[in-house]
């Protein structure tokens, strides 16, 4: 089993920032790419940003040259910096995780999600 934890969300005016992290743990042989998706209200969920391993990285054209992911590969985490925040990137946020177990299969896992709210 794998266990994914998120922090960081919250609320904030426009123009601000906001970072969010998250930390995979358990049993898994290594994490392949580490990401966010997010989900607006009567909206369907779309990817925000995701890193590779290898530092490989990609973005939502909404988010580009706002939002900045990095990971540190020895702690399994991954952050999200959020600048020039505007009140469409109000959503949950989730965490989402490829992994590959022992016997070399990959798999995904998905945090609980965090709100972030950002007002005019």
């Known amino acids: 089993q794998v266990q994914l934890a998120e922090s960081g969300g919250g609320l904030v005016q426009g123009g601000g920032s906001l970072r969010l992290s998250c930390s995979a743990s358990?049993?898994?042989?290594?994490?392949?790419?580490m990401g966010w998706d997010r989900q607006a209200p009567g909206k369907q969920r779309e990817m925000v940003a995701a890193?590779?391993?290898?530092?490989?990285?990609s973005y939502a054209n909404s988010v580009k040259g706002r939002f900045t992911i990095s990971r540190d590969n020895a702690k399994n985490t991954a952050y999200l910096q959020m600048n020039d925040l505007k009140p469409e990137d109000t959503a949950v946020y989730y965490c989402?995780?490829?992994?590959?177990?022992?016997?070399?299969?990959?798999?995904?896992?998905w945090g609980q999600g965090t709100q972030v709210t950002v007002s005019s």
């Open positions: 358990g049993r898994f042989f290594s994490v392949i790419t």
């Open positions: 989402t995780v490829r992994f590959v177990d022992y016997d070399q299969q990959a798999f995904d896992s």
């Open positions: 890193i590779t391993r290898g530092g490989t990285s």
